[in-house]
């Protein structure tokens, strides 16, 4: 299986903040990544996919980058409606998920 | 709108089986890869089958290889998963997820509000 290793596990920053998460794969996964938000008590929304694609109605201050085995994911400009969980997901085999980036508010 | 909406979910004992259904709506439900996700008490997101537009490919993870089955009825646009054997590392929150196009490789861009399975004794 491939492992998906997500860092930090948890994130405080300001509003305004430029936020920074990385997931590494422990394999050549191409651009094969997904990255999702997770509100407490919701189901998880769908931001970015094959890696840096901005899913339809996502604001534009979140994006992603990178291919093979280490990418990043980028909120430009903080918001407090941002608070939440992040996950990274591979597919380029069965899909496993990072084990998330908790983010909250300084 | 899209909507996909699961039920099945409960308190069922060790050994026991269960079987999950997810209604679809909002789509054409048989040109998507749809998927099964689940999420233990306080924990992160665990991806646990996936089903192919046609029902060509299907895969599972390995923890529920063999108990757990996935299909789906196109003309009825549902989702299912039946689950044998359940054990107590079960218990989670089941999401029910649609692809992003026909394939198993894909993100999930509409996911259901999730169905509780507790197994206890």
């Known amino acids: 299986d491939i492992q998906m290793t997500q860092s930090p596990s948890s994130l405080s920053a300001s509003v305004g903040d430029r936020v920074t998460i990385t997931c590494q794969a422990s394999?050549?996964?191409?651009?094969?990544l997904n990255w999702y938000q997770q509100k407490p008590g919701k189901a998880p929304n769908l931001l970015i996919y094959?890696?840096?694609n901005l899913e339809t109605g996502v604001p534009s201050r979140f994006s992603g980058s990178g291919s093979g085995t280490d990418f990043t994911f980028t909120i430009s400009s903080l918001q407090p409606e941002d608070i939440a969980t992040y996950y990274c997901?591979?597919?380029?085999?069965?899909?496993?998920f990072g084990q998330g980036t908790k983010l909250e508010i300084k | 709108e899209v909507q996909v909406v699961e039920s099945g979910g409960g308190l069922v004992n060790p050994g026991g089986s269960l079987r999950l259904s997810c209604a679809a709506s909002g789509f054409t439900f048989s040109s998507y890869s749809m998927n099964w996700v689940r999420q233990a008490p306080g924990k992160g997101l665990e991806w646990v089958s996936s089903?192919?537009?046609?029902?060509?490919?299907?895969n599972y993870a390995d923890s529920v290889k063999g108990r757990f089955t996935i299909s789906r009825d196109n003309a009825k646009n549902s989702l299912y998963l039946q689950m044998n054997s359940l054990r107590a590392e079960d218990t989670a929150v089941y999401y029910c997820?649609?692809?992003?196009?026909?394939?198993?490789?894909?993100?999930?861009?509409?996911w259901g509000q999730g169905t509780l399975v507790t197994v206890s004794s």
């Open positions: 997820a649609r692809g992003r196009d026909y394939s198993t490789s894909s993100g999930y861009n509409y």
């Open positions: 094959d890696a840096s």
């Open positions: 089903i192919s537009s046609s029902s060509t490919y299907i």
């Open positions: 394999q050549d996964i191409s651009n094969y």
């Open positions: 997901q591979q597919y380029d085999n069965l899909p496993t």
